[in-house]
């Protein structure tokens, strides 16, 4: 059997209050498939620090999902201003939020590094002033 499902998400760069609808959800969906916690909790907050970076850096942007018998897949694309060093930006602490995205607990530098410690596999195609797709990989 190849892909069970798939989903698809906007996720809206002017609402900061919906920032996490996407990631909330996704772990609706993952309940609903009996998947074991762990593997709901790491998708869960891969996919919810990612939708939060698009929402500081991008202004939104689109969350796909599909979901196989041996793997979460989540694809992020957004047409932001694209990442200038994505090794600096991997780098825990790292940020480019602007302070009054700080000063509401947001952009401390994690969002990165936890996508890639929450997936299995993770790659970043970026390109400056175009954008920035983001795939990450979590075994089931």
């Given at each position: 059997?190849?892909?069970l499902l798939n989903f698809?998400?906007?996720?809206?760069?002017?609402?900061?209050?919906?920032?996490?609808?996407?990631?909330?959800?996704?772990?609706?969906?993952?309940?609903?498939?009996?998947?074991?916690?762990?593997?709901?909790?790491?998708?869960?907050?891969?996919?919810?620090?990612?939708?939060?970076?698009?929402?500081?850096?991008?202004?939104?942007?689109?969350?796909?999902?599909?979901?196989?018998?041996?793997?979460?897949?989540?694809?992020?694309?957004?047409?932001?201003?694209?990442?200038?060093?994505?090794?600096?930006?991997?780098?825990?602490?790292?940020?480019?939020?602007?302070?009054?995205?700080?000063?509401?607990?947001?952009?401390?530098?994690?969002?990165?590094?936890?996508?890639?410690?929450?997936?299995?596999?993770?790659?970043?195609?970026?390109?400056?002033?175009k954008g920035t797709k983001?795939?990450?990989?979590?075994?089931?």
């Amino acid at each position: 059997m190849s892909e069970l499902l798939n989903f698809h998400f906007v996720v809206d760069g002017t609402n900061f209050t919906a920032a996490g609808n996407a990631s909330g959800q996704l772990k609706k969906n993952l309940r609903q498939l009996n998947l074991a916690p762990e593997t709901i909790r790491r998708a869960s907050i891969a996919m919810y620090e990612g939708e939060i970076n698009m929402v500081i850096h991008a202004g939104g942007g689109e969350a796909d999902v599909n979901i196989t018998e041996k793997e979460i897949e989540i694809i992020l694309t957004d047409n932001g201003p694209g990442i200038s060093d994505i090794s600096k930006a991997m780098q825990e602490g790292y940020s480019t939020a602007p302070e009054n995205i700080r000063s509401l607990g947001f952009g401390a530098g994690m969002g990165l590094p936890n996508m890639k410690r929450y997936s299995d596999q993770m790659t970043i195609e970026s390109e400056l002033g175009k954008g920035t797709k983001i795939t990450m990989k979590i075994n089931i």
